[in-house]
């Protein structure tokens, strides 16, 4: 039985100035941070000499379920990777997508802050989430996020109800 999510997690080059992004940039909140180096780490991800960096980031305020974070950003002391092919269009990509409620604020403040985006925020036009905006952005590592700011009956659907 499916119980939920524990969390999402992105393999970074420099574990410091990717929590300065994810916490200064996104406002993510940083409660844990640990280095594992043993022998059930190494049997984990199947690195005899397996030896990480880990911090655990929340999004402050929303609830806690089975797991203590939201996202977990992993550096490899040992061994180093390398970064692969970072098209979005590749199997295997991935993304993350935040809810927002100032999309276009957000936008002009990371783009000032030197963050490539792929577009501006896009009118979405279709679908459930008809009258909302959207966008990509990658962080240090290429690795690729995305902003959603809802249309409003689905950012906040208890304003709606009863009315």
């Avoid at 410091?16 to 780490?41: C, M, P, R, W």
């Avoid at 990371?110 to 959207?134: D, H």
Wanted: negative net charge; proline residues 6%; hydrophobic residues 35%.
């Amino acid at each position: 039985m499916l119980h939920g999510v524990w969390h999402f997690s992105f393999t970074v080059s420099d574990l410091d100035k990717s929590v300065a992004f994810y916490t200064e940039l996104l406002g993510f909140e940083l409660i844990h941070t640990q280095e594992q180096s043993n022998a059930y780490t190494r049997r984990l991800v199947g690195y005899p000499d397996a030896h990480l960096r880990i911090a655990q980031l929340v999004v402050p305020g929303q609830p806690r379920g089975l797991s203590s974070h939201d996202l977990e950003l992993v550096e490899y002391v040992r061994p180093k990777g390398t970064r692969g092919e970072a098209e979005i269009c590749n199997p295997g990509a991935a993304h993350l997508a935040l809810t927002v409620d100032d999309i276009h604020e957000r936008h002009t403040a990371l783009t000032e802050a030197g963050v490539r985006f792929y577009s501006p925020p896009n009118a979405i036009t279709a679908g459930v989430n008809e009258g909302g905006f959207t966008c990509y952005f990658e962080d240090l590592d290429q690795i690729v996020l995305e902003m959603v700011q809802p249309p409003a009956h689905r950012l906040h659907p208890a304003e709606g109800a009863g009315s």
